[in-house]
């Protein structure tokens, strides 16, 4: 008798302990691969994915072609300081979309109890991610700054009187050479300061150049994957506030990096096909989220690590461009250097650029 109740006790322990627990044990499943809750309809939300990809598109060619015809508006030319207050306007845009909507995201994402307490709660990989993303950042910018300097032979000042270099087939190259040979008849001293001047502005020229391409290319890795989370995403509730905050998003960091396509000179070329990728991103990462809506889960760790390593990489690379290339070379720059009241007003600018995005962080 004893001993069949020292036999029996395990297996009446054990189920006992499997009641207790599966209640517990059922939810993890069930919270991680769908979603669940009153506002998640299927059918009203792709009418609200479909106005999306529209409103987006518009605001997003809105925000970036706006700059590229401020040559044609006296008081938004480059050189004026209304393009600089609105250049750092939306230089504050794209900090707080790092500080306040990405990075929190990856957070999040990393942190989720659907993932495995080890290593993705025992290591802070968003964290680290960013700082490796904004090192990697540096790394393509300073890489780039030389091989772009190594290829236009900036540095190399050509010593005849005409001026003629021997890289005016180059598009840095014809700028270098136009400089100089307004300057080319003249002799000793004069004609060294006209080659240090147009040395000068190439080199600026380059940078402008360098900047656009890596701000470019975070700014695009970033849309596609909120514009992949939107289009997977059937809770209607959400995505009403969502398309709002992304409308002003796009539209505003638009600006910011058509502000630095037009200071790079660009031929028009590739002015159409950096403007062409900017606008088409998130629309084309909202199409892909619908098209994968039936196998995409959010919620799936497949998902979440996907995601989360995404925007922590995407959060290094808008955070390092927004205080680095934008914020600090304009604040160190001649011309803001020369004025303390227009610093005041582009900080002003940057202030506000910053607060209404990171506002936007209340419905996104």
């Known amino acids: 008798m004893t001993t069949s109740i020292l036999k029996t006790t395990p297996i009446l322990l054990l189920f006992t302990f499997s009641l207790l627990a599966s209640p517990v044990l059922s939810v993890m499943p069930e919270e991680c691969t769908a979603e669940a809750g009153n506002c998640i309809d299927k059918a ?157 502005v190439s080199s600026q020229l380059l940078r402008y150049r360098v900047v656009a391409m890596v701000l470019e290319l975070g700014i695009v890795v970033h849309s596609v994957v909120i514009g992949l989370g939107l289009g997977a995403s059937s809770n209607v509730c959400s995505i009403k506030g969502l398309v709002a905050a992304l409308c002003f998003h796009q539209m505003f960091e638009g600006m910011g990096l058509g502000g630095c396509i037009l200071q790079a000179e660009y031929k028009w070329l590739k002015k159409v096909v950096m403007v062409f990728f900017f606008a088409v991103t998130t629309p084309f990462g909202i199409a892909l989220g619908i098209a994968l809506s039936s196998t995409y889960r959010e919620n799936s760790p497949k998902s979440l690590i996907t995601v989360g390593l995404l925007n922590a990489s995407s959060a290094g690379l808008l955070i390092y461009m927004a205080l680095v290339d934008l914020l600090a070379a304009d604040f160190m720059g001649p011309k803001l250097q020369r004025s303390i009241k227009l610093q005041i007003k582009s900080y002003a600018a940057v202030l506000l650029g910053a607060g209404g995005m990171s506002l936007m962080a209340k419905w996104a």
């Open 44 to 200: 009203k939300a792709l009418p609200l994915k479909i106005i999306a990809i529209v409103s987006i598109l518009v605001t997003s060619l809105i925000g970036v072609c706006s700059p590229l015809f401020t040559r044609a508006v006296p008081a938004l030319h480059p050189d004026r300081d209304l393009f600089v207050i609105v250049k750092c306007f939306a230089a504050g845009i794209i900090l707080a979309t790092g500080f306040m909507h990405v990075l929190p995201d990856s957070f999040d994402m990393l942190s989720s109890q659907c993932l495995k307490d080890n290593p993705w709660h025992k290591f802070p990989f968003t964290g680290f991610v960013a700082m490796l993303s904004a090192i990697m950042t540096l790394m393509v910018d300073s890489m780039a700054t030389s091989v772009y300097s190594q290829k236009n032979n900036i540095g190399v000042i050509p010593e005849t009187e005409g001026g003629e270099g021997g890289h005016d087939d180059r598009e840095m190259g014809v700028v270098t050479a136009a400089h100089l040979h307004s300057h080319g008849h003249h002799h000793g001293h004069h004609h060294h300061g006209a080659a240090t001047k147009v040395e000068a």
